[in-house]
C-alpha cells in the first residue's frame, strides 16, 4: 500500500503544462500552478498530478504528472484535491478534503450564474485566496466552509537573477499587466510625465492601439516575448508603473518586478497596496497628481531611485516557492 499523500489540482483553461513555463503562452494563474506543482513534487513523500486541458497524454515534468482532464479515473482516490477557480470541477474526483483556489473576485451573483454554488454545498471546499485583499473581498456565502491566504511568489528565475547596486537604468517606465488594468489612466498620467521630461518613456503590453499623440509622449509597445526578454526589459527599466485595478487580487506582474529590484509607483487599487512598501520598495499615491509626482521624482532623480533600488535588493528573495509550498502544506494539513 502505497504511504506516499496524493495532491491533485485540476484546472480547465487551454492546453499547457509545466514545460510551458518560460513562453508567451501561459499568464499569472498558469505560472503559479506550474511553480507550485514543481516544488511539491521535490518531496518524495509526495504524488503530484494535475489534470487540465494539456495535449500532451501522461506527460511526467519535474516529477509532476500532466493529464487531460477526460482521463481522470474516479477510482484514483487523492488526499488532496484542488479545484482552480471552479468548484464544478470538484465533482472529478472523490475526495474528502477539497480545496478550491481562487484567481478573481467573484461575486456570489456570478458564483450562482456559473453554477458554482451546488457543487460548492457538496464538496464543502476550503477556499485559498491570495491576499489580504482578496481575503476581504471574497464573500462569507462563498467561503463559510473556511478560507486562507497563501501568498505567491516570482519564478525562481527572478529570484536569481544578479542586480547591479548601483546600475542606473535609463528614464524608462514599464507596465506588463493587462491593458484593462486601467491602463486609460495610466496613459493620460504619463503624457503630463513626459510633457516634464520628453527624454522618458513608457513601455506597455500589446495589443493596444497607440494614437500618434500617444507615439510623440514616448510611449512604446514592447516586443512581446519569452520569460528571458521580459527580465531584460523589466531590468531596463527603472520604474514599474501601474494604478491598480479593483480585479487585481496580487498582481504577480508587480511582484516580479519587485523581486528585480525596480521601484514601483502605484494608487493602490485592489491589490497592489499590499505589493509595495510606502517610501521604502516604492510609493503609494492617494490621487492623480501624487501618481504623476512620485513617477517623475523617480526617472529623474537618481538619489531617489538607488535608494530605493538599495533598500529592494535588502528584500530580495524574502519569498520563494519553497516559502509558498511550505504555507501551502500547512493549509492542507489544518484542513
Known sequence: MDSKLKIYFIENSYDYNASDLNTIKIAGSEKTLINITN??????????????????????I??????????????????????????????KLNCKK?????????????????????????????????????????SFLTSFYGKKILKIAPDYDFI???????????????????SDRNLNFLINSWHEINKRNSKTNLYINPPYKLSENDKKKGILLRNKGDKKKLIVDL????????????????CLAAEEARELCIPIVTMGYGCLYERIEHGITGFLAKNQSEFINYAYEILTNDKTYLDLKKNLI?????????????????ILNNE
Open 314 to 330: 535588502k528584500k530580495k528573495n524574502s519569498r520563494n516557492y519553497s516559502h509558498v509550498k511550505n504555507d501551502f502544506i500547512n
Open 235 to 250: 531590468i531596463n527599466s527603472r520604474l514599474f508603473l501601474t494604478p491598480g485595478h479593483k480585479t487585481e487580487v496580487f
Open 39 to 60: 516544488e511539491l513534487a521535490k518531496d518524495s513523500n509526495l504524488i503530484v498530478k494535475v489534470f487540465n486541458n494539456t495535449s500532451a497524454s501522461f506527460s511526467k
Open 98 to 138: 477539497n480545496f478550491l483556489w481562487s484567481h478573481s473576485i467573484q461575486s456570489f451573483e456570478k458564483f450562482v450564474r456559473k453554477k458554482q454554488l451546488l457543487p460548492f454545498l457538496r464538496y464543502k471546499p476550503k477556499m485559498i485566496l491570495e491576499g489580504e485583499y482578496h481575503y476581504n473581498k471574497r
Open 62 to 91: 519535474n516529477n509532476v504528472t500532466w493529464q487531460n482532464i477526460k482521463e481522470i479515473s474516479k477510482d484514483d482516490n487523492p488526499d488532496f484535491v484542488i479545484a482552480m477557480s471552479d468548484a464544478n470541477l470538484l465533482e
Open 160 to 178: 536569481d537573477t544578479k542586480i547591479e547596486t548601483n546600475h542606473i537604468p535609463p528614464p524608462n517606465a514599464i507596465f506588463t499587466t493587462k
